[in-house]
Structure formats: structure tokens, C-alpha cells
């Protein structure tokens, strides 16, 4: 499965914002975004160029794909998908980035990332509904239980990161129990709901020309 490699910390300065792509460090003075609050690259520095309409709506797609850790390819599906469902196409594409099983992970405060939380479902620790998926972008529907495996609760960093949830706040959407590391899925999130500094509408533009 083709996945990002480079440095984490360099789509964060090279958006200006932070995307938490690396858990706790996040929320530390070692932030990229901290200590050097300026593009990546050699002209990092000196970047003063006016964006253009185009540019932003670029950028608004790639925070995007880079918040959920989505190809390209991916993302225009998870786009086309949102074109046919009914309702506003850019909310309907945060829903169905939300609803993805890896971030629903992250959501819950199982695993410190959303990159963590695609490790945990790869390597089998994540059951849905009682049964083992590890497909880190299966789609939840809403009612679905998603549980750590009985086998993986004791797991140091699971533990660690679920007695330690502060860093992820429970989002109305989602119900969590903690003792048995399990979470439900209550209902589909309203834009309003989605905590990530997206302008969807400039993705919609972008790919609707």
C-alpha cells in the first residue's frame, strides 16, 4: 500500500498550521511548527508571493489529504463518492473521511495520530462489530462498535494513550467506555461537529472545473 514517508513536521510548516501528525509532539515546544514557522526549503524564508485563487483552493485540498493521510487518488474517489450522495458535496466529503475506521480511532483516543491509528487497524488490533477488520479506510455506518482486540489492551502505548485522552476531545458523535476499550459510532457529524480547518467549499471549486 503506497503511503507518505517523507517528514511529518514539513506538511505541517507547509501549511502554516498544525495538522498533529505526530501525536503528543504536537502539543510541545518541539513543533515544527514552533520552531521554524515558515515553509520547508531553501526559499522557505522569502515566499511573499501573492496566491492565487487557484492556490488556495489547492491548499485547501492538500491540508486536507494531508490531515487524513490520503493519496491523491483516493481522495477524488472519496470526492466523486460525495457528488452523488444527496446533501452539500463538501460536508458530505468530511463526513466520509470522518467516518473512515482509522480516524474514528483517533477520534476515540485509542491511538496518539491519525498514522498510529492506521498501524493499530493494519496490524489486526482493531475489531468492528466483533470481528477483526484491518482495512484502516473501512467505512463505519453509524451504530457500529468499534472495539480494541481483547489480546492488544495491553499493549503499552494503547494503554498509555486511552488513560491519557485529554489529547483527543470526545466528539458528540461518539460514545466511548473506556474500561473496555470500546467505542460506537451514535450518529453521522453535522459540519459543525468536524474540528479540522478545512474550507471544503474551495475543494469543491477546485475539482469542479
Known amino acids: 500500500m503506497a503511503r507518505y514517508t517523507d517528514a511529518k513536521c514539513r506538511q505541517c510548516r507547509r501549511e502554516g498550521i498544525r495538522l498533529y501528525l505526530k501525536g503528543d509532539r504536537c502539543y510541545t515546544d518541539k513543533c515544527a511548527i514552533e520552531r521554524r514557522a515558515y515553509a520547508p526549503g531553501e526559499h522557505g524564508r522569502d515566499r511573499r508571493a501573492k496566491i492565487t485563487?487557484?492556490?488556495?483552493?489547492?491548499?485547501?485540498?492538500?491540508?486536507?489529504?494531508?490531515?487524513?493521510?490520503?493519496?491523491?487518488r483516493q481522495f477524488r474517489n472519496y470526492f466523486h463518492k460525495a457528488e452523488k450522495k444527496k446533501g452539500i458535496t463538501g460536508e458530505n466529503l468530511l463526513q466520509l473521511l470522518e467516518t473512515r475506521l482509522d480516524n474514528i480511532v483517533y477520534r476515540l483516543g485509542i491511538a496518539p495520530s491519525r498514522n498510529a491509528a492506521r498501524q493499530l487497524v493494519g496490524h489486526g488490533h482493531i475489531h468492528v462489530n466483533g470481528h477483526r477488520v484491518d482495512v484502516p479506510s473501512y467505512a463505519l455506518r453509524v451504530g457500529d462498535t468499534v472495539q480494541v482486540a481483547e489480546k492488544s489492551r495491553q499493549i503499552p502505548g494503547v494503554k498509555e494513550t486511552v488513560a491519557n485522552r485529554r489529547r483527543t476531545e470526545m466528539q458528540s458523535w461518539l460514545e466511548f467506555e473506556e474500561k473496555g476499550m470500546t467505542g460506537r459510532l451514535v450518529k453521522i457529524p453535522a459540519r459543525d461537529e468536524i474540528p479540522v480547518p478545512v474550507q471544503e467549499q474551495l475543494i469543491v471549486e477546485l475539482y469542479s472545473k
Not at 56 to 72: C, D, F, P, S
Open 53 to 72: 485563487p487557484y492556490g488556495q483552493q489547492l491548499r485547501e485540498k492538500q491540508k486536507a489529504r494531508r490531515i487524513y493521510g490520503v493519496l491523491e
